[in-house]
């Protein structure tokens, strides 16, 4: 075999192998910049879906605070008129 035929081939093996991992390395960045763009989208979704449920949940959030605060103040006029009640018994004794 010719001594000078050796460094050729692996010089033109080197090449082609360095042509490939670049356009490799190319498609890769395309796929990373695509999934990229698509998580975009996906989380620009969960941010509207998560609105459009916080604006659902705040009505009912309000509406048991609501709900709560009549509860007591249910109690606290029970508490109160048996208060006076009471009042009302032990001065007729």
Sequence with gaps: MNPD?????????VSV?????VVVGVYVIQVLMSVKRTL????NAI???ELKVNSIIMP???LGGLTSSLGTGLKV?????RWLNRNK?????
Aim: proline share 3%.
């Design 5 to 13: 035929i050796l460094p050729l081939i692996l010089t033109i093996a």
């Design 17 to 21: 192998l360095t042509v490939m991992m």
């Design 40 to 43: 975009d989208k996906v989380n």
């Design 47 to 49: 941010d509207m879906a």
């Design 60 to 62: 009912l959030q309000s």
């Design 77 to 81: 006029f029970e508490s109160f008129t």
């Design 89 to 93: 018994y032990d001065g007729r004794e």
